[in-house]
C-alpha cells in the first residue's frame, strides 16, 4: 500500500461547510419587506385595494375589536411600489450604524416599537378627527421614522449629504434632518388629504427619541460612543498607623476572606493585603 493509498492521507471527498457571516438585522429588514411585498402582489393584487380592508394591515375598526397583531403585520405592508422602495431607502441609509451602536436585539426592539406606537398614534387621530384620516395604513415609514430618529439622537452632529427631490444634493446635519421630518409630519397632521400617515410618522420618531435616552439613562453614555473610562481605584493611605490602617483596610478583607473566600478578592483589596504584609514585615 502507497503513502497516498492510506485512508489518513486521502482528500476528504465529502463537500466541506462554508461558515458565512450572519446577515445583519438590516439586510432581513429589507429582505423581508420586498419578500412580503412580492407576497402581497400575489395573494391581494397590485396596487392593493385598501378600501376593502386588508387583513393583516392597521384597520381602525378591527383593532378596536381585538386585532392587536395589526401593529405588527401593518408594517410590512405598502400602498406600492414607489412606497416600498421610498422606505428600503430609508433603512438602507440609517439602519446599519444604528444596528452597530445598540446591537441586533435591541435594534429590532426600536424598529417595531417605533413602528406600533406609530401606528397607535395613527389611529388614534383617526379616532379623534374621523373623516380625515383614512381607516387603514399599511407601510414600514413608522419604523424607518424610528430609525432616522434614533440616528439623530445618536449622531445629532453628523452631516448628512442627500439628494432633494433625488435630483438636488443637500447638506444637513442628522439633528435638522430630523427637525424637518417632524415639522412636515406635524404640517401633515394639522393639514391632513394626502393620504400618508403622518401621524404614524410623528409617533415612530418620538418613540425611539424616548427609547435612546432611556438607553442614555441606563448606560451612562450614548448608545454608539465609546463608555467614559472607569474611575481609578483609591490610593491606599500609607499615612495611617499601623492599627488603623488593619483596623480599617485589613479586617474587612480579612471578613470578607472568611465569608466568600480569597478567591472574591478585587485587584485592589490584594494590593491592600500586599501593603499590609510589607509594612508588618519592616517592622
Known amino acids: ?11 476528504d471527498e465529502t463537500p466541506r461547510m462554508v461558515f458565512r457571516k450572519p446577515r445583519s438585522g438590516t439586510t432581513w429588514l429589507l429582505i423581508a419587506n ?7 402582489a400575489i395573494f391581494y393584487g397590485y396596487p392593493p385595494k385598501l378600501s376593502t380592508g386588508l387583513p393583516l394591515a392597521l384597520n381602525v375598526d378591527q383593532l378596536l375589536h381585538g386585532y392587536v397583531w395589526q401593529l405588527f403585520t401593518y408594517q410590512f405592508l405598502h400602498g406600492n411600489l414607489l412606497h416600498l422602495l421610498g422606505n428600503c431607502l430609508g433603512i438602507y441609509m440609517f439602519a446599519e450604524e444604528v444596528e452597530q451602536a445598540l446591537g ?7 424598529y417595531f416599537v417605533s413602528g406600533a406606537v406609530g401606528g397607535v398614534l395613527q389611529v388614534l387621530f383617526s379616532l379623534a378627527w374621523h373623516g380625515h384620516f383614512g381607516s387603514t395604513v399599511v407601510g414600514a415609514s413608522a419604523g424607518v421614522f424610528g430609525i432616522i430618529a434614533a440616528f439623530a439622537t ?3 452632529n453628523r ?12 447638506a444637513l446635519k442628522a439633528k435638522n ?4 421630518e417632524g415639522a412636515l409630519a ?11 400617515g403622518h401621524a404614524a410618522h410623528l409617533g415612530g420618531a418620538l418613540a425611539a427619541i ?9 448606560w451612562g453614555f450614548w448608545p454608539g460612543e465609546q463608555p467614559p473610562p472607569e474611575a481609578p481605584p483609591k490610593p491606599i493611605i500609607e499615612e495611617k498607623t499601623k492599627d488603623e490602617f488593619i483596623a480599617s483596610e485589613v479586617d474587612p478583607i480579612l471578613d470578607k476572606i472568611a465569608k466568600k473566600g480569597i478567591h472574591s478578592l478585587n485587584d485592589r483589596e490584594r494590593k491592600i493585603l500586599e501593603t499590609a504584609k510589607s509594612r508588618i514585615e519592616k517592622r
Do not use: W
Open 104 to 110: 441586533k436585539k435591541r435594534f429590532f426592539l426600536l
Open 159 to 170: 452631516t448628512l449629504h442627500l439628494l432633494l427631490f433625488f435630483v438636488l444634493p443637500v
Open 154 to 156: 445618536m449622531f445629532p
Open 210 to 218: 424616548v427609547f435612546i435616552r432611556q438607553l442614555r439613562s441606563r
Open 186 to 196: 406635524i404640517f401633515g397632521i394639522l393639514f391632513p388629504g394626502d393620504n400618508i
Open 1 to 11: 500500500m502507497g503513502l497516498y493509498d492510506r485512508e489518513y492521507m486521502r482528500e
Open 177 to 180: 434632518l430630523l427637525l424637518i
Open 34 to 40: 420586498v419578500v412580503a411585498f412580492v407576497l402581497q
